[in-house]
């Protein structure tokens, strides 16, 4: 069964850091490229980044460009996210999600993490 | 990149269909056929209903379709069932490799 468990939510001050990680299991990991997508209660989703499954491409959304910054594991089936700088605006749920097929995220996000809350706030 | 048009509410009686569109334009949902659709319900993590405009995962029952129409994309729910209420949101590439979401559309079955 795959399988995707965010852990690092936490409450942090505005100007802080925060590591989220996504362990991966059930599938092949390098493989599939993976994605972060969050949601603030109560709105909708965005996508914050995408990485390659070998890790040599990635892509953010504008407003994180600069402070964020995603990584993996393919050893370790670890997808990572390291947000510095962090701002009250960056307050969501983030979910990791694994495309759904080897052609990438563009093809959609076949499995979703159940998400880890990032509480960013003085 | 701004993001997809939905409309916020949508709604249907059990055994109706409904239709919920996602606006963008020829840069995003016009330009490329990776248009994908979510449905979420309340506390839980999006599951893929939908990807490149009309194909359904293994699991999807198919009284969900996509389309698409230039600029437009569509999920039709057809039977709708006490189950299918939800969130649903629509998702597109956008080109230099980014993605966009929709605002969402709350599906309510009256």
């Known amino acids: 069964e795959v399988q995707l468990l965010e852990s690092g939510g936490d409450l942090v001050q505005p100007g802080g850091s925060l590591r989220l990680s996504c362990a991966a299991s059930?599938?092949?990991?390098?493989?599939?490229?993976m994605i972060w997508v969050r949601q603030v209660p109560g709105k909708g989703l965005e996508w914050v980044s995408s990485?390659?499954?070998?890790?040599?491409?990635?892509y953010y959304t504008d407003s994180v460009k600069g402070r964020f910054t995603v990584s993996r594991d393919n050893s370790k089936t670890t997808l990572s996210l390291q947000m510095n700088n962090l701002r009250v605006d960056d307050t969501a749920v983030y979910y990791c999600?694994?495309?759904?097929?080897?052609?990438?995220?563009?093809?959609?996000?076949?499995?979703w993490g159940q998400g880890t809350t990032v509480i960013v706030s003085s | 990149q701004s993001a997809l048009t939905q409309p916020p509410s949508a709604s249907g009686s059990p055994g109706q269909s409904v239709t919920i569109s996602c606006t963008g334009t020829?840069?995003?949902?016009?330009?490329?056929?990776?248009v994908s659709w979510y449905q979420q319900h309340p506390g839980k993590a999006p599951q893929l209903l939908i990807y490149?405009?009309?194909k359904r995962p293994s699991g999807v029952p198919d009284r969900f379709s996509g389309s698409k129409s230039g600029n437009t994309a569509s999920l039709t729910v057809s039977g709708l069932q006490a189950e299918d209420e939800a969130d649903y949101y629509c998702?597109?590439?956008?080109?230099?490799?980014?993605?966009?979401f929709g605002g969402g559309t709350k599906l309510t079955v009256l």
């Open positions: 998702n597109s590439f956008g080109g230099s490799n980014t993605l966009v």
């Open positions: 490149e405009v009309t």
């Open positions: 020829s840069s995003d949902v016009g330009g490329y056929n990776f």
């Open positions: 990485i390659s499954g070998g890790g040599d491409y990635i």
């Open positions: 059930g599938f092949i990991f390098s493989s599939y490229s």
């Open positions: 999600a694994k495309a759904q097929t080897l052609g990438g995220v563009r093809y959609g996000m076949g499995v």
